[in-house]
């Protein structure tokens, strides 16, 4: 006799001996009856007949009518007797679910062993003790030859309730929803029947062996990620302008869950990839995390820092980035702390700022790389070689003192005016005054203190009304620099305002700045230049700031002006720091060698022939390094991604130096408090040791570390709870990104514990994650609901059956693309858009009505869609597709009117019913054989009898491409049982 395949896994289940009672712990066992039970009558909002029983002294005192718990004594305690009151109006809870023998059986054991209550009687401060918090815990279960240790678990939990699981699912019914889970896409009609057929007690691990070596796997699991971390292709906010280059964040999810890559370096990519796995393709794409969520174009890179309101676009982008990063592999709600100590976890606000600390030095921006991880190589090898050599050279010429310095100054000079013709990028202009002595200024933001060698100020050169080189540059002025961007206390590099300067035309002017520091440089024109008799104004076309290493730390920073005329390309505040200033005064090849030789006499006079010898090394090192880089080309990609950079225009970035980080009472960016190091979470336990002198990457990767430790409970309790919750319609916790105190606790915690250990230990392999729990005989249960386990456990909360789900909206539209035979399955690159943009240059709109169903480009599996933030696409919207301006740890599952007319009328649907048509006509000769064809294609099976006929009859009154509509109108299309 052949067993069933349920059967089959129930027989193979390990038998083991029951083991000892465990004392009752609070945290573990009493207080999650309480949070589920007692909570909404008797907690912080609420607390009926004040009796208060989420703190221990209130719990304790008791309420109106005195004490309701008294310790050792179950039988005297009030709370024992409400809980088992045989007159339903009276007993406790009042509403919903009960509590089961079980759960009374812990709160007597728990007051009768003494009612231990191990915080301090505050729980919302004191929560280390919480469940999440706890170290993991392994069971005693193990696994064995055969069998699947899930359903000893499970098992156990129904046994508590009285109940017993359901039957296996039969084979068709099982092979279309592993289908689903593993990859998104349903089995042919030629695979279902293959597999019903097939009696071997190995067909199942093998087919889903083979899904899981799916490529199609990897799409489906990145979708899921890609909706946790609020992945979307525009910035969102008011202009929600494109994001071209994230599409290589999206492709690495893709390929990470392909290749099975361990969970710890998944994580570790996505925190700090560029530092910990350096020349690597993984290690930038993977950061595309880090610059998921939406950002404030208008507050980045239309305000400055300095400005209240780039200040609040800022933090909020650093709250984004720690949001994410918390939710995502912590499943903790840090960012309820950036205002105050967190109410109800232990996290206090100086947490949430020293997590902020952590990416302080970061922002989101294009970061070219290499897709070659050979040529990435190569490239850093040369990087750093060129690094080492530069460095180098500065010390050896730092020995021979000032007089080099301003030799490479001159020569620096004489080179850049061989370099052609002019730029149209003028320079800086002001609004125009109509006296001299009207004055103007404008200031550079470097970003941060930097000690100055010098300033200088380059002219400009325009036709208008034949002024020429020299156009709009003051007659009088003052350079100054301060640490504030008032300078309400100034450091004067230059004072030319007592007398008139000469107009330079286009030679550079250069002030020593002598050391003297600031974070902001200023130039205030004190007597405007003459544009007409009637006009004058002020007119820059760059100003450079030299630090002590002679870097322009002025290029590409951020502008602040009085006034300023804005005409683009040609003017603009921006024009002034971003390198292009018109060529000085020609010099001869004789001027240029006359220089180089001064400056090879005067190395040679203070280095000696060693010094000589080893700078003359450093410098052929210096052009090899720089020769390989040429040969290399620039960088072939671009990726959207959080990293260190200097910013351009308002949108200033740090260069790699760490903001620092204040915590902010209220949140208020106005009042910023105590400075705060980078950190994590105290309560955890786990060491952070970092102090103000680490590089911003080593933030980076110290968080990345601390994320994936072993010992970090909550890494690996939120990951496989996720998991689970994708494969049953709900996770053990129902809370996924709350794992906290207002939260769910788990229904399942030893199996929860068990999992986690499990897949930790199992160097973090989703794919025998994946195969543990498909393997169960807990998800291979049928989806019937029996009528006595409704009445015990009406939401299957404790799995005595399978969950029936509604398909995502991403599988509905690749199943219709594929019954019709359009669905293509090219992999990578950048997305295609259903969309038409109008305005794009300015606040785009996003028009899906003016898309064109037929595009071929459109035809690919959905995850590879341009996800817009702003607007979604109304198809997918109408199924409950993700919005991806949130973190959607769990999707909406709602059955409405608009799914079915979407199913109808909208334009794909009648487009891919035409092809589902088509492709069916060529292989039936009547409407009967042709509506058998599209059940086969659609629903993996025959019709029934009374199917056929009716569909074959609606064909023939109202055509087959209509019929067709109907099929994939089915529930069966849209569910999985």
């Known amino acids: 006799m052949r067993l069933p395949f349920l059967a089959l896994c129930l027989f193979a289940l390990p038998v083991r001996a029951a083991d000892p009672p465990k004392p009752v712990d609070f945290a573990r066992d009493v207080r999650p009856i309480f949070a589920k039970a007692c909570a909404s009558c008797h907690g912080s909002e609420k607390q009926k007949g004040g009796l208060r029983l989420d703190r221990k002294a209130d719990a304790l005192k008791g309420g109106d009518d005195g004490p309701a718990i008294v310790p050792k004594d179950s039988t005297k305690s009030p709370l024992i007797q409400r809980v088992t009151e045989p007159d339903a109006d009276k007993v406790m809870p009042p509403k919903g679910e009960k509590l089961t023998a079980g759960e009374v059986a812990i709160l007597r054991a728990w007051i009768d062993a003494g009612a231990l209550w191990p915080d301090d009687g505050s729980a919302a401060v004191d929560a280390r003790d919480w469940w999440s918090l706890r170290p993991l815990q392994a069971s005693g279960i193990r696994r064995q030859e055969s069998g699947n240790p899930i359903d000893s678990f499970v098992r156990a939990k129904l046994n508590e309730r009285g109940l017993k699981p359901s039957p296996e699912a039969d084979r068709r019914t099982l092979i279309r929803r592993v289908y689903f889970d593993l990859t998104g896409l349903p089995p042919t009609f030629e695979e279902v029947e293959a597999f019903a057929k097939d009696a071997s007690p190995t067909a199942y691990e093998s087919l889903v062996d083979k899904l899981l070596a799916s490529p199609r796997y990897g799409e489906r699991w990145a979708r899921h990620w890609l909706d946790v971390v609020h992945y979307g292709e525009t910035h969102g906010y008011d202009k929600d302008q494109p994001r071209p280059n994230a599409w290589p964040y999206r492709d690495y999810v893709i390929r990470a869950f392909n290749e099975d890559k361990p969970y710890a370096r998944f994580v570790q990519e996505q925190i700090a990839g560029d530092v910990l796995f350096p020349g690597t393709t993984d290690g930038i794409e993977a950061l595309g995390f880090l610059a998921a969520g939406p950002w404030d174009l208008i507050g980045h890179a239309e305000v400055p820092e300095s400005k209240i309101d780039g200040k609040v676009a800022r933090h909020l982008d650093r709250d984004d980035f720690v949001a994410n990063t918390m939710g995502t592999f912590q499943s903790l709600t840090v960012h309820c702390a950036q205002c105050h100590n967190h109410k109800f976890d232990p996290i206090s606000q100086e947490d949430y700022y020293a997590l902020q600390a952590v990416f302080a030095a970061i922002d989101r921006t294009d970061k070219a790389y290499d897709a070659d991880p050979t040529t990435a190589a190569k490239r850093l090898a040369l990087e750093a070689k060129r690094k080492a050599a530069v460095a180098t050279i500065a010390g050896i010429e730092t020995k021979a003192g000032p007089e080099l310095a301003e030799l490479d100054r001159k020569l620096a000079e004489g080179k850049r005016t061989t370099n052609g013709a002019k730029r149209p990028e003028y320079g800086y202009h002001s609004a125009i005054a109509t006296t001299p002595d009207a004055a103007k200024w404008v200031q550079v933001d470097l970003g941060a203190s930097v000690k100055l060698d010098r300033v200088t100020l380059r002219a400009c050169d325009d036709d208008f009304n034949d002024i020429g080189a020299g156009f709009g540059f003051p007659v009088r002025f003052k350079v100054e620099t301060a640490d504030d961007a008032e300078l309400t206390r100034p450091v004067i590099i230059a004072d030319q305002t007592t007398k008139d300067h000469a107009n330079p035309r286009t030679a550079a002017v250069t002030f020593a700045a002598e050391g003297k520091a600031g974070r902001y440089v200023r130039v205030t024109a004190t007597k405007l230049a003459p544009r007409l008799p009637t006009d004058f104004i002020f007119a820059l076309a760059e100003l450079e700031a030299f630090d002590l290493a002679g870097k322009n730390v002025a290029l590409g920073r951020g502008i602040t002006a009085l006034d300023s005329i804005e005409a683009p390309v040609r003017w603009r505040a921006s024009n002034l720091t971003d390198g292009i200033a018109p060529p000085g005064p020609k010099l001869s090849a004789d001027e240029l060698a006359k220089l180089t030789q001064q400056r090879d006499e005067r190395l040679k006079k203070s280095l000696g022939d060693a010094g000589t010898k080893a700078l003359a090394q450093a410098n052929a090192d210096a052009q090899s390094a720089d020769e390989g880089l040429k040969k290399l080309g620039p960088p072939s990609r671009r990726a959207y991604i959080g990293t260190a950079f200097s910013g351009t225009g308002n949108f200033i970035g740090t260069g790699g130096k760490p903001r620092d980080i204040r915590v902010l009472p209220r949140g208020d960016v106005t009042k910023p408090g105590k400075l705060v190091h980078p950190g994590a979470i105290a309560a955890i336990g786990l060491p952070f040791a970092l102090t103000p002198q680490h590089t911003e990457g080593d933030r980076r990767a110290a968080l990345a570390k601390w994320l994936t430790a072993s010992d970090n409970p909550l890494t690996w309790r939120s990951i496989v709870n996720r998991?689970?919750?994708?494969?049953?319609?709900?996770?053990?916790?129902?809370?996924?990104?709350?794992?906290?105190?207002?939260?769910?606790?788990?229904?399942?915690?030893?199996?929860?514990?068990?999992?986690?250990?499990?897949?930790?230990?199992?160097?973090?392999?989703?794919?025998?994650?994946?195969?543990?729990?498909?393997?169960?005989?807990?998800?291979?249960?049928?989806?019937?609901?029996?009528t006595t386990m409704a009445k015990v456990d009406a939401d299957n909360r404790y799995l005595g059956r399978q969950n029936r789900r509604k398909l995502e909206a991403e599988s509905v539209r690749d199943s219709i693309l594929l019954a019709a035979g359009k669905l293509d399955l090219t992999m990578g690159g950048p997305?295609?858009?259903?969309?038409?943009?109008?305005?794009?240059?300015?606040?785009?709109?996003?028009?899906?009505?003016?898309?064109?169903?037929?595009?071929p480009k459109s035809h690919r599996r959905s995850v590879y869609r341009f996800t817009v933030r702003s607007q979604q696409e109304p198809f997918l919207a109408a199924f409950d597709c993700a919005d991806p301006s949130l973190a959607v740890e769990k999707r909406n599952q709602t059955l409405t009117p608009q799914q079915a007319l979407a199913l109808l009328n909208n334009k794909l649907t009648l487009s891919m019913a035409k092809h589902f048509a088509a492709r069916v006509e060529k292989v039936a000769m009547d409407d009967r054989g042709r509506v058998t064809a599209a059940f086969r294609l659609a629903i993996g099976r025959e019709p029934t009898t009374a199917e056929a006929d009716e569909l074959a009859k609606y064909a023939a009154d109202h055509g087959l491409a209509n019929a067709c509509r109907v099929i994939l109108n089915l529930n069966e299309f849209v569910f999985v049982d």
Request: aromatic share 14%; net charge negative; glycine share 6%.
């Open 831 to 855: 997305s295609f858009r259903d969309f038409v943009i109008e305005k794009p240059e300015h606040s785009p709109h996003y028009q899906y009505q003016l898309h064109e169903p037929e595009d």
């Open 723 to 786: 998991v689970w919750q994708y494969h049953f319609g709900r996770g053990l916790v129902d809370t996924p990104n709350d794992f906290g105190k207002m939260g769910q606790p788990p229904t399942h915690p030893e199996l929860l514990d068990w999992l986690a250990v499990e897949f930790r230990d199992s160097s973090g392999s989703f794919k025998k994650l994946h195969k543990l729990i498909v393997m169960s005989a807990t998800y291979c249960q049928v989806s019937t609901i029996d």
